[in-house]
Protein backbone atom coordinates (compact mmCIF):
# COMPACT_ATOMS: atom_id res chain seq x y z
CA UNK A 1 0.00 0.00 0.00
CA UNK A 2 1.49 3.24 -1.01
CA UNK A 3 1.97 6.03 1.87
CA UNK A 4 0.46 8.72 1.48
CA UNK A 5 1.11 12.40 2.81
CA UNK A 6 -1.59 14.92 2.71
CA UNK A 7 -2.56 18.38 3.78
CA UNK A 8 -5.67 20.38 4.55
CA UNK A 9 -6.48 24.16 4.48
CA UNK A 10 -9.64 26.28 5.18
CA UNK A 11 -8.54 29.72 3.95
CA UNK A 12 -9.54 33.36 4.13
CA UNK A 13 -9.79 35.77 0.76
CA UNK A 14 -6.51 37.64 0.60
CA UNK A 15 -5.95 40.75 -1.34
CA UNK A 16 -2.58 41.94 -2.88
CA UNK A 17 -0.46 44.12 -1.77
CA UNK A 18 3.24 44.97 -2.51
CA UNK A 19 5.80 43.14 -1.72
CA UNK A 20 8.05 43.69 1.71
CA UNK A 21 11.67 42.35 1.92
CA UNK A 22 13.01 40.62 5.01
CA UNK A 23 9.79 39.80 6.14
CA UNK A 24 10.05 38.44 10.31
CA UNK A 25 7.53 36.09 11.23
CA UNK A 26 6.77 35.33 14.84
CA UNK A 27 6.37 31.12 15.74
CA UNK A 28 4.79 29.99 18.89
CA UNK A 29 4.43 26.42 19.30
CA UNK A 30 2.74 24.46 22.31
CA UNK A 31 1.82 20.99 23.05
CA UNK A 32 -2.04 19.51 23.73
CA UNK A 33 -2.78 16.92 26.48
CA UNK A 34 -0.48 14.01 26.07
CA UNK A 35 1.19 15.33 23.10
CA UNK A 36 5.14 15.05 22.94
CA UNK A 37 7.79 14.70 20.49
CA UNK A 38 10.93 13.96 20.87
CA UNK A 39 13.44 16.75 21.46
CA UNK A 40 15.95 16.04 18.71
CA UNK A 41 13.33 15.89 16.20
CA UNK A 42 11.96 18.94 17.38
CA UNK A 43 14.75 20.98 16.97
CA UNK A 44 15.43 19.63 13.67
CA UNK A 45 12.28 20.78 12.35
CA UNK A 46 12.62 23.75 13.75
CA UNK A 47 15.89 24.65 11.61
CA UNK A 48 14.50 22.85 8.74
CA UNK A 49 11.21 25.14 8.74
CA UNK A 50 13.32 28.46 9.40
CA UNK A 51 15.67 27.65 6.08
CA UNK A 52 12.64 26.45 3.58
CA UNK A 53 10.66 29.70 4.76
CA UNK A 54 14.12 31.82 4.15
CA UNK A 55 13.84 30.63 0.61
CA UNK A 56 10.71 33.27 0.33
CA UNK A 57 12.30 35.99 2.84
CA UNK A 58 10.95 34.87 5.89
CA UNK A 59 12.97 34.79 9.11
CA UNK A 60 11.11 32.03 11.72
CA UNK A 61 11.15 33.20 15.51
CA UNK A 62 10.33 30.52 17.21
CA UNK A 63 8.84 30.89 20.68
CA UNK A 64 7.54 28.28 23.29
CA UNK A 65 4.12 28.95 24.63
CA UNK A 66 1.19 31.01 23.49
CA UNK A 67 1.01 34.68 22.50
CA UNK A 68 -0.04 37.24 25.30
CA UNK A 69 -3.81 38.21 23.99
CA UNK A 70 -2.42 42.08 23.37
CA UNK A 71 0.57 40.82 21.61
CA UNK A 72 -0.69 38.94 18.19
CA UNK A 73 -0.40 40.78 15.20
CA UNK A 74 -0.65 40.13 11.27
CA UNK A 75 2.88 38.44 11.59
CA UNK A 76 2.14 35.67 14.02
CA UNK A 77 1.32 31.98 13.39
CA UNK A 78 0.48 29.46 16.08
CA UNK A 79 0.89 25.57 15.75
CA UNK A 80 -0.32 23.18 18.61
CA UNK A 81 0.41 19.67 18.28
CA UNK A 82 -1.75 17.20 18.98
CA UNK A 83 -1.61 13.96 20.18
CA UNK A 84 -3.92 12.29 17.56
CA UNK A 85 -6.08 13.89 14.64
CA UNK A 86 -9.75 15.01 15.60
CA UNK A 87 -12.85 12.83 14.66
CA UNK A 88 -13.86 14.74 11.75
CA UNK A 89 -10.46 14.13 10.23
CA UNK A 90 -10.82 10.28 10.84
CA UNK A 91 -12.98 9.94 6.94
CA UNK A 92 -12.66 11.45 3.38
CA UNK A 93 -10.64 13.82 1.83
CA UNK A 94 -8.90 14.24 5.48
CA UNK A 95 -8.06 11.36 6.38
CA UNK A 96 -4.64 11.03 5.76
CA UNK A 97 -4.08 14.46 6.61
CA UNK A 98 -0.92 15.21 8.84
CA UNK A 99 -1.65 18.92 9.86
CA UNK A 100 -4.65 21.52 9.17
CA UNK A 101 -4.29 25.40 9.33
CA UNK A 102 -6.53 27.65 10.18
CA UNK A 103 -6.14 30.85 9.13
CA UNK A 104 -8.24 32.86 10.88
CA UNK A 105 -8.69 35.87 13.25
CA UNK A 106 -5.55 37.91 14.20
CA UNK A 107 -3.48 34.97 14.75
CA UNK A 108 -3.17 32.15 12.77
CA UNK A 109 -3.66 28.60 14.00
CA UNK A 110 -1.90 25.41 12.66
CA UNK A 111 -2.59 21.95 14.43
CA UNK A 112 0.16 18.94 13.68
CA UNK A 113 -1.42 15.52 14.17
CA UNK A 114 1.71 14.22 15.86
CA UNK A 115 0.17 10.22 15.30
CA UNK A 116 0.07 10.42 11.72
CA UNK A 117 3.70 12.45 11.46
CA UNK A 118 5.65 10.14 13.86
CA UNK A 119 3.61 7.35 12.15
CA UNK A 120 4.68 8.61 8.47
CA UNK A 121 8.28 9.38 9.29
CA UNK A 122 8.83 6.43 11.20
CA UNK A 123 10.55 4.57 8.64
CA UNK A 124 13.23 7.12 8.16
CA UNK A 125 16.50 7.60 10.68
CA UNK A 126 16.41 10.41 13.24
CA UNK A 127 17.70 13.09 11.55
CA UNK A 128 15.53 12.25 8.80
CA UNK A 129 12.23 12.25 10.72
CA UNK A 130 13.26 15.96 11.62
CA UNK A 131 13.71 16.83 8.54
CA UNK A 132 10.03 15.47 7.56
CA UNK A 133 8.49 17.21 10.17
CA UNK A 134 10.53 20.56 9.59
CA UNK A 135 8.83 20.03 5.54
CA UNK A 136 5.62 19.89 7.29
CA UNK A 137 5.91 22.86 9.30
CA UNK A 138 7.06 24.51 6.68
CA UNK A 139 4.46 23.71 4.61
CA UNK A 140 1.44 24.82 6.73
CA UNK A 141 3.08 27.86 7.94
CA UNK A 142 3.47 28.75 3.96
CA UNK A 143 -0.25 28.44 3.54
CA UNK A 144 -1.08 30.21 6.50
CA UNK A 145 1.30 33.46 5.04
CA UNK A 146 -0.24 32.93 1.41
CA UNK A 147 -4.03 32.85 2.54
CA UNK A 148 -5.14 30.70 -0.23
CA UNK A 149 -6.49 27.62 -0.31
CA UNK A 150 -4.31 26.39 -3.13
CA UNK A 151 -1.86 23.64 -3.65
CA UNK A 152 1.77 23.50 -6.25
CA UNK A 153 1.81 21.06 -8.75
CA UNK A 154 5.61 21.02 -7.55
CA UNK A 155 7.82 21.31 -4.71
CA UNK A 156 7.37 21.79 -0.93
CA UNK A 157 3.37 22.81 -1.12
CA UNK A 158 2.32 19.48 -3.28
CA UNK A 159 -1.05 18.66 -1.82
CA UNK A 160 -0.58 14.89 -1.52
CA UNK A 161 3.35 13.51 -0.66
CA UNK A 162 4.13 9.91 -1.78
CA UNK A 163 7.58 7.87 -1.14
CA UNK A 164 8.71 9.85 -4.19
CA UNK A 165 8.42 13.26 -1.61
CA UNK A 166 9.61 11.60 1.17
CA UNK A 167 12.57 10.57 -0.22
CA UNK A 168 13.32 13.30 -1.50
CA UNK A 169 12.42 15.27 1.60
CA UNK A 170 14.75 13.50 3.44
CA UNK A 171 17.93 13.88 0.70
CA UNK A 172 17.79 17.22 -0.96
CA UNK A 173 15.09 18.21 0.45
CA UNK A 174 11.49 20.18 -1.16
CA UNK A 175 11.68 23.90 -2.39
CA UNK A 176 9.37 26.50 -2.82
CA UNK A 177 8.25 26.70 -6.20
CA UNK A 178 8.81 30.57 -7.35
CA UNK A 179 4.61 31.37 -7.69
CA UNK A 180 4.54 30.50 -3.76
CA UNK A 181 7.60 32.85 -2.96
CA UNK A 182 5.23 35.82 -4.11
CA UNK A 183 2.38 34.45 -3.08
CA UNK A 184 3.84 34.42 0.63
CA UNK A 185 4.92 37.66 0.16
CA UNK A 186 1.99 39.14 -0.75
CA UNK A 187 -0.15 37.43 1.48
CA UNK A 188 2.31 38.91 4.50
CA UNK A 189 1.27 42.38 3.34
CA UNK A 190 -2.52 41.51 2.83
CA UNK A 191 -2.61 40.34 6.66
CA UNK A 192 -0.55 43.25 7.24
CA UNK A 193 -3.74 45.42 5.60
CA UNK A 194 -6.17 43.93 7.28
CA UNK A 195 -4.89 44.69 10.63
CA UNK A 196 -4.43 48.11 10.12
CA UNK A 197 -7.82 48.25 8.48
CA UNK A 198 -9.42 46.35 11.65
CA UNK A 199 -7.22 48.84 14.12
CA UNK A 200 -8.99 51.73 12.07
CA UNK A 201 -12.38 50.88 12.46
CA UNK A 202 -12.49 50.00 15.87
CA UNK A 203 -10.87 53.56 17.00
CA UNK A 204 -13.90 54.78 15.33
Known amino acids: MTKMMTFTMVAVAWFGGQ ?19 DGTV ?36 VITFVAAAPMNFRHGVNANALAAARPYGPSSEISVFID ?11 I ?3 RVLGHVLAHEIVHVLEGVARHSDTGLMIGNWSWRELRDVTT ?3 HLAEEDRRLVSFGIEARRRRATLTAAASAR
Do not use: I, N
Request: hydrophobic share 35%; proline share 7%.
Open 19 to 37: ALAADRVEVYYRFGPRASL
Open 42 to 77: LSTARDEASRLLAEAGVALDWRRGAPDEGGVGPETV
Open 116 to 126: RVTLYYQPCPE
Open 128 to 130: GRG
Open 172 to 174: RGL
